[in-house]
């Protein structure tokens, strides 16, 4: 069974590509929109090898938001979008990983999931073998996770955990 709408923010689409993974949200969401600001986000740098698979990916998925973003004092311009695309279509979840703009949209009554969430559904699901690796490659991709939280997560999913750098 799938879940529904997701509105994915800018983060989570980066962590996904960088892993080759983007194909992962068409198996647990019906539908992925993304707001015109997290497209020009995700646009900016052509140069990245995964440019084209998140253009392929995201183009016919992307919507303007219809009413007025009130939300950029509180949150950039890709999350607050997001927010308002979340209200506006009233969507199922809200794929983001930044803290401070997760806690903001939780206070809007938003069900928010992140990047690890979704690859811990994923591997529940069988539809990866193994979460250190990928977390290997976003450390080395300087995608913010934090150590504890991936080792937690790897010690529920029963892998190896990853070393601290000192």
Same mark, same amino acid.
């Given at each position: ?5 997701? =509105?994915?923010?800018?983060g989570p =689409? ?5 892993i080759?993974?983007?194909e992962?949200?068409?198996?647990l @969401? ?14 900016l740098?052509?140069?990245?090898? @995964? ?6 990916? %995201?183009?016919?998925?992307?919507l ?9 004092? +509180? ?5 607050s979008e997001s +927010?308002?695309?979340?209200k506006?279509?009233?969507? &199922? %979840?809200?794929?983001?990983? &930044? ?8 206070? %809007? ?5 992140g990047?690890?969430?979704i ?11 193994? !979460?250190?690796?990928? @977390?290997k ?9 934090s150590i504890k !939280?991936?080792?937690?997560? !790897?010690?529920?999913?029963n892998?190896?955990k =990853?070393?601290?750098?000192?």
């Open positions: 069974m799938k879940n529904g709408l997701v =509105i994915a923010d800018a =689409i980066f962590s996904l590509a960088i080759d993974k983007l992962l949200l068409n198996h @969401f019906d539908e992925i929109k993304i707001s015109k600001a997290v497209w020009k986000e995700i646009t740098d052509k140069s990245t090898e @995964f440019y084209y698979n998140i253009e392929q990916f %995201f183009k016919p998925k992307v303007s938001i219809k009413g007025f973003n009130e939300l950029t004092f +509180v949150m950039d311009y890709g999350e +927010v308002i695309l979340y506006e279509l009233n969507a &199922d %979840f809200l794929l983001i990983d &930044d803290k401070k703009a997760r806690k903001i949209a939780e206070n %809007f009554d938003i069900e928010c999931i990047t690890l969430g690859l811990s559904v994923v591997k529940d699901k069988g539809l990866i073998n193994d !979460l250190r690796p990928i @977390f490659t976003f450390l080395e991709n300087n995608r913010y996770y !939280l991936l080792n937690k997560l !790897l010690e529920r999913h892998e190896l =990853i070393k601290h750098k000192a």
